[in-house]
């Protein structure tokens, strides 16, 4: 490896140029821990990022395949290492200019069999209330008769993550349960064992800003980031103190950068012909949290149900028809939410952000309410805000960390199985039903990064995301060929027949778009795939309700596919047909990503093409023996051989550049679009980011309809000033105007930086 790429100690105090998340896993057949992790050291180095980013590092439950089930906060994972591991790790990392950032877990802890693996969790249990314990716990005890209703036991009395039973939900607004469980990984930081502190989900805390403002204040201006899912318009409070969020938000506007516009009416028209189903998203979103509210997440809003009977009991008067009404009026709302969840905090006055939510959230409720109940649904809303003498503490809490989880659990896990109009929409933090996003609303994103977040982060796949970036990207070109797309499909649906498919109409279309988008897919993987999307959809099957005969009717209809040498044969050349334009949105959003305002998270792998699906699909053992010699390959001067070739350079170069060049990508650097002129510049996104320039091409099939070719010929930038180089090709270009079909002779995307810039 080359070891210019190696950051001196000096770059320590340096802010974060660049990421690499690794999943570590403790179970013996999948073994990756601190030891593994510790041996990628020169690799991850010379790919060029600062931090290694750790899923979550504490004692889980035995054989958790993923951290988040903790056990015991007081000890890193024995499973993984244990503690002397783990510091062996951390020298390794940092002897090699690596920090680390890890992953937090402030929500909830296991509840594991035995259960004195959580000794906190048994002494509840053993003594009830009257435990020193028992504040630790969110627990609704007149409900449980004082006791905790476990799992198999009955409706579980204490808040769980999502809907999640085996997770009990921790009060961190208690300063002991703060200190007792985040004590360890504050000594590490002190220690300089870790450098930063990414939170899951603060949406499910009772109060997300105090959690932070006390994390920060014993984290000592640690790098913190936040898994916080915004919405549409929605943004980050500006009143958190932490560096922005994980990244959805741009994840989303880089993925409709890519896709074309021209395509939504022709896709949205062969999906209602060949489903059924409807034109837009909305009405499956609201049916989606109707199911959770009423199913799987039914405990915790009859939870709220019961604060809001003693709230409004406590006027009196009130009958049973006015709390029926108030009750459905609740719900309603709690449906009709359009963010995660709005941010009140109990005796303090509702900020306008969150009042313009509640207000939202009410507009769309009373188009499913009599006029009767609006009086009620005024009231709930007005409670929810914390105004009036009766406005109640918990109720304003536990509305707000109900609203979460029924976002989470009825619109991810629930609707976005039911509507695929295009599958790559279909993501983490993402609009199923914004279809693309114009260069000037992607511009207008990275302007406020700039501005309000220089150090969030930016990603493209996590080990949340349903599908990794390249299987997006790969299905984002059907936006700009979509009569081949209906050809195609309608052709395989009718392969054996019109009625031979036993899938509901919505999956079978979505079984399509994965074939497409994941080639090639083994058997096992797909199986897999498919047995989540069928229980997650909760339509014919689910989790809670298996339809055994169902499942497998479906899991054979997939083995016949795959079966059938002259399907996988079309379907083959099919993807053929794409690959020349996907690996065009590969290569650019890829670049964007790691050039964009924005610290880049790179997930573990996707350095090469990741065309994982769900988990447990995306955290497979990844091959790094393979990425180690090809990024040596490279680093001796060899030209790519493919697209996996391809990406590594993109990657490792535009690592090392922000590495090297913090003036340029950090916090005070500069974004600015840079506007393409001529008759393609609409296939051209441009912008500076300090004194280097992102140059990538984007929709290539109708790039290459409209100039005969995949460059933009007769198409310019002006730069400002002459001479450039390109760090991706090496190629010398002067300008200042530069012909952007020259500068992608050798690849769709460039990133250049002036010549006299040292290689």
């Known amino acids: 490896m080359a070891e210019e790429t190696v950051p001196a100690e000096d770059d320590f105090a340096a802010p974060p140029s660049g990421t690499y998340r690794l999943q570590l896993r403790g179970t013996p057949d999948g073994q990756f821990g601190f030891a593994e992790a510790a041996v990628l ?54 002897a090699h200019g690596l920090r680390l950032l890890v992953d937090v877990v402030p929500n909830h802890m296991a509840v594991p069999v035995p259960h004195d693996l959580n000794l906190p969790l048994a002494a509840v249990l053993a003594e009830g209330p009257s435990s020193p314990y028992a504040r630790w716990f969110d627990v609704d005890w007149d409900a ?3 006791r905790i209703v476990l799992p198999g036991e009955g409706e579980p009395n204490y808040r769980r993550f999502f809907d999640i039973s085996g997770l009990i939900a921790l009060r961190q607004e208690e300063p002991e349960v703060f200190d007792r469980t985040h004590g360890l990984l504050l000594r590490l930081a002190e220690e300089g064992l870790v450098d930063g502190l990414r939170i899951d989900h603060p949406d499910g805390l009772a109060d997300p800003r105090g959690y932070l403002r006390r994390l920060s204040r014993a984290a000592r201006g640690r790098w913190v980031l936040v898994e916080k899912i915004t919405e549409g318009d929605e943004r980050l409070p500006v009143d958190w103190p932490c560096a922005g969020t994980t990244g959805y938000d741009s994840l989303g506007m880089i993925g409709g950068l890519f896709a074309d516009p021209d395509g939504e009416k022709p896709l949205t028209e062969v999906y209602v012909s060949l489903t059924g189903g409807p034109e837009r998203f909305e009405e499956v979103e609201r049916d989606g949290r109707l199911h959770a509210a009423t199913h799987g997440l039914k405990p915790e809003i009859d939870r709220l149900l019961r604060v809001l009977r003693r709230v409004v009991g406590r006027g009196g008067g009130q009958g049973e028809a006015s709390r029926a009404g108030l009750e459905r009026a609740l719900v309603e709302l709690l449906v009709a939410m359009p963010v995660y969840r709005a941010y009140v905090v109990p005796g303090e006055e509702a900020p306008p952000q969150a009042v313009e939510v509640l207000e939202e959230a009410a507009r769309r409720a009373r188009a499913h309410l009599p006029e009767e109940l609006h009086g009620d649904l005024d009231t709930v809303v007005r409670l929810a805000l914390g105004r ?23 619109v991810e896990d629930t609707a976005f199985y039911r509507w695929n109009r295009l599958a790559a929409l279909n993501e983490v933090g993402g609009d199923p039903g914004r279809f693309s996003v114009s260069p000037a609303d992607f511009h207008a994103h990275c302007v406020r990064l700039a501005r309000d977040w220089p150090l969030t982060m930016t990603t493209l796949s996590t080990h949340d995301t349903k599908r990794q970036e390249d299987v997006r990207a790969r299905l984002t070109v059907l936006t700009e060929l979509p009569g081949e797309w209906a050809d195609a499909v309608r052709r395989w649906r009718a392969w054996w027949g019109p009625s031979e498919s036993p899938l509901e109409p919505d999956l079978d279309y979505l079984f399509w778009q994965t074939l497409v988008g994941a080639w090639p897919l083994t058997k096992n993987r797909l199986s897999e795939f498919l047995v989540k999307a069928m229980r997650e959809a909760k339509t014919r099957t689910s989790w809670a309700e298996e339809d055994s005969a169902y499942e497998e009717a479906v899991l054979a209809h997939a083995r016949r596919v795959l079966s059938d040498a002259d399907l996988v044969a079309d379907l083959t050349a099919f993807v053929a047909r794409l690959e020349p334009y996907a690996r065009v949105n590969v290569l650019g959003q890829k670049l964007v990503q790691l050039t964009m305002p924005g610290v880049p998270d790179v997930y573990q792998g996707c350095e090469l093409t990741g065309l994982a699906l769900v988990d447990p699909d995306n955290r497979r053992r990844v091959d790094y023996g393979r990425r180690r010699k090809r990024l040596s390959r490279l680093d001796r001067g060899r030209p790519p051989r493919d697209v996996d070739d391809e990406k590594l350079l993109v990657t490792s170069r535009a690592l090392r550049l922000r590495r090297s060049r913090p003036e340029w990508f950090g916090p005070s650097a500069r974004y600015e679009p840079v506007a393409a002129q001529g008759p393609a510049a609409d296939h051209v996104v441009s912008f500076f980011r300090g004194g280097a320039v992102t140059l990538a091409t984007r929709l290539p099939a109708g790039l290459e309809r409209l100039a005969g070719t995949g460059r933009p010929g007769g198409t310019v930038v002006d730069l400002g000033r002459q001479g450039w180089r390109d760090v991706l090709s090496g190629a010398m270009h002067w300008g200042p105007a530069l012909d952007v079909g020259k500068v992608f002779a050798h690849l769709p995307v460039a990133l250049l930086v002036p010549r006299e810039v040292d290689r």
Do not use: C, N, W
């Open 144 to 146: 449980g008769g004082g």
């Open 41 to 94: 050291a020169p690799y991850l180095a010379a790919l060029g990022v600062s931090h290694v980013y750790l899923s979550p590092i504490l004692q889980a439950a035995p054989g958790s395949a993923h951290g988040y089930d903790v056990v015991d906060h007081a000890r890193p994972s024995d499973e993984l290492g244990g503690a002397e591991a783990f510091g062996a790790m951390a020298a390794r990392f940092r």
């Open 388 to 410: 009036g003498d009766d406005a109640d503490p918990e109720f304003i809490v536990r509305f707000q960390q109900t609203s979460a989880p029924l976002a989470a659990k009825g």
